[in-house]
């Protein structure tokens, strides 16, 4: 069983000030009923956000409840789903802490965060090893999605969870990101959490982000280029990707995920414990 995680106070204040305050805030949100912004909260999760697998792109509207923005949507999934993919996350990367700390101590290290939400991931790295100069990029097809991240990671820059050199970008393709645009002799880490979750994922997509991919571990100066690769313990998920584990080139039977519980505070001043079971892995994509 692992131990008990928690984040840091930095943290702790970056999700109260982008997340929990604009939720309790809302004109429409009545906590002792159960509703967030204007919807019962078991709505909320089944059918707004879908669990996570939500279209973030567009609005949500019912005939009783109203009409949901894209951005009222990211939210209400920052508030409902971040803990427990942070958390995972953290986990993951506690598990890989000295792979990762030769990573972010690289020349101008990047990471790549591909289905980024609102940065989840790269705001667990950031915790994970606080106050380190390195440059992220996340991508998300979400307008909103994105929005958020860039909120969220301005704000670990502003409470010194990322360094004060550490560059932040977001696009919309992992296509806007290939190996012209970056050092080429930066260490490069990319981040699948979740990822492979999606629905939206198909055998073309599949073969183009492994393209991608080759394309931009393949470069003579780059010196180690890592991937973390995180999910649910959810069968099609993991079927997606032992066949990309195939397409860039690794042996899916030579190494396999871990399996792992997330024991996680939910408060830091109560005594509530969240749980969840993910698996994890970090294969070397090159160099190392």
Known sequence: MSDLLYW???????????????????PNTEFSENILLGYPFDLVREVVIAKGLADFSTVHSHATYGTLSAEDKVLLYSFINFKKHFYACRLTYDTYRSELAGWCEGEAPLAIDLGCGPGTAGLALC?????????YVGVDTATAMRHKADQMLHAAQAAELFG???????????????PET???SASLLIICSYLFASASLNTAILRGLADWLRSVCHVAERPVALLVYLNSTNPYANMNYEYFK????????????????VRFQKNRSGRAVGSDECLHELPILEGG
């Open 8 to 26: 840091s106070d930095g943290m702790e204040s970056v999700f109260r000030d982008q997340v929990v305050l604009p939720v309790s805030n809302h």
């Open 164 to 178: 004060p050199k550490g560059t932040i970008r977001l696009c919309e393709s992992w296509e806007e990101c290939g």
């Open 127 to 135: 915790d994970a090893f606080p106050g380190r100069n390195w440059n």
């Open 182 to 184: 970056f050092h080429s």
């Open 246 to 261: 195939t397409l860039v080139g690794l042996d899916p039977q030579a190494h396999q995920p871990t399996r792992s519980e």
